[in-house]
């Protein structure tokens, strides 16, 4: 069992920036549902997606890509119940990957069934990517446009991407893994020029985090939620 959370798995030397979510738990022990709990919220009948995910991300240093990732996960309730069965495919402009059952996952009173991908082969690209699960009552899918294609100057003055989410944001990690600048704001558009300043506090290796994220609420034939983050860190030498 362990702490379901909405994550960003951006490792650049040992350093992890991760966001809760939900904080549900998974397990493979089927637990009671409690529904008469005060507060919990009730969710709708038919095709419901508590949590899907696209998350790509790597990092540069210099001319060399290490700790790149790329992965799906989606937990989906069918008439609010779990459903092992359910077909899940991943497409987009690279290629497409199917995500297979993992478990169940507990929240608010509510079982889902987890599905993932593991991580993806074909490249990621900016374009429209199609989240596709085939129930037993029928198919919800989502069209989601995949952000980025990010550039960082080389002295680390400006960050920028061709392709904008509505949640984009960067920060800047000093060589002692402090953050010494963050965006503003829930969003914020290409390019964004970043304080010679920054570099000031001491020598050595910083990185540029360029993150990249679109979300979705509307499901074709369904309810529920899809974040798409595409997150570069790119290392600044001072």
């Known amino acids: 069992m362990f702490l379901k959370v909405k994550f960003i798995r951006l490792c650049i030397f040992g350093f992890l920036f991760t966001f809760t979510l939900l904080g549900c738990q998974k397990s493979l022990i089927v637990s009671p549902l409690n529904l008469n709990t005060p507060n919990y919220p009730v969710i709708p009948n038919g095709i419901y997606w508590r949590d899907a995910e ?21 937990e989906i309730a069918v008439n609010q119940k779990p459903e092992t069965t359910i077909g899940v495919t991943l497409s987009g402009p690279g290629g497409s990957a199917p995500l297979t059952y993992s478990g169940e996952a507990d929240c608010k009173g509510y079982r889902y069934s987890s599905f993932e991908s593991g991580p993806i082969t074909f490249p990621y690209l900016t ?6 699960t085939n129930t037993s009552i029928g198919v919800a899918s989502v069209t989601i446009i995949g952000p980025g294609d990010i550039k960082v100057s080389p002295d680390g003055s400006q960050t920028s991407w061709a392709v904008e989410g509505n949640h984009d944001k960067i ?15 829930n969003d914020i558009n290409s390019p964004v020029s970043i304080p010679v300043s920054v570099y ?18 509307t499901i ?5 939620y899809v974040y798409l983050i595409n997150e570069l860190g790119t290392t600044i030498s001072k």
Do not use: W
Request: charged content about 10%; aromatic content about 10%; overall charge negative.
């Open 54 to 74: 696209i998350v790509h991300g790597k990092s540069i240093n210099g001319n060399t890509t290490s700790n790149e990732y790329f992965y799906a996960v989606i």
């Open 127 to 132: 374009g429209n990517y199609v989240l596709t």
């Open 171 to 185: 920060s800047v990690i000093d060589p002692s893994r402090n953050c010494v600048f963050s965006s503003a704001g």
């Open 200 to 217: 000031s506090t001491s020598s050595g290796e910083y990185i540029v985090v360029t993150h990249c994220e679109n979300d979705v609420s």
């Open 220 to 224: 074709n034939n369904g309810a529920g």
